[in-house]
């Protein structure tokens, strides 16, 4: 059975950093692809971040462009942990963030990586608070 454990969310203020953490069992993180994805209140899940499947770390990576430059995807092979660097934080970031493993990889295309239909297994989320 496949678990995803998210950790690492908290209330910070803006221009502050978080790190997210997410901890797979029953999947080996080094073949498949995964993504975050995050959710505000009263709006639809988003996605925020994915990277490719890597054997030996890394992995490409693509970010939603509200993030980009601000956030870093990662993985730790060794630890089967995905990781999620968030730095510069805004209010408009306030969401719960889950991540999400896809049963594939690479991603064929953008819509394919965006779509939340893609990845087969959640996380339970972890809420990050941005105060201004």
């Known amino acids: 059975q496949v678990q995803l454990v998210e950790s690492g969310g908290g209330l910070v203020q803006a221009g502050d950093s978080l790190r997210l953490s997410c901890a797979a069992s029953?999947?080996?993180?080094?073949?498949?692809?995964a993504g975050w994805f995050r959710q505000a209140p009263g709006k639809e899940r988003e996605f925020v971040a994915a990277?490719?499947?890597?054997?030996?770390?890394?992995?490409?990576?693509f970010y939603a462009d509200s993030v980009k430059g601000r956030f870093t995807i990662s993985r730790d092979n060794a630890k089967n942990t995905l990781y999620l660097q968030m730095n510069s934080l805004k209010p408009e970031d306030t969401a719960v963030y889950y991540c999400?493993?896809?049963?594939?990889?690479?991603?064929?295309?953008?819509?394919?990586?965006?779509?939340?239909?893609?990845?087969?297994?959640w996380g339970q989320g972890t809420r990050v608070t941005v105060s201004s």
């Open positions: 999400a493993s896809a049963p594939l990889s690479p991603y064929p295309n953008r819509r394919s990586r965006n779509a939340a239909g893609t990845y087969d297994y």
């Open positions: 029953g999947r080996t993180f080094r073949t498949y692809a």
């Open positions: 990277i490719d499947a890597s054997f030996w770390g890394g992995g490409r990576a």
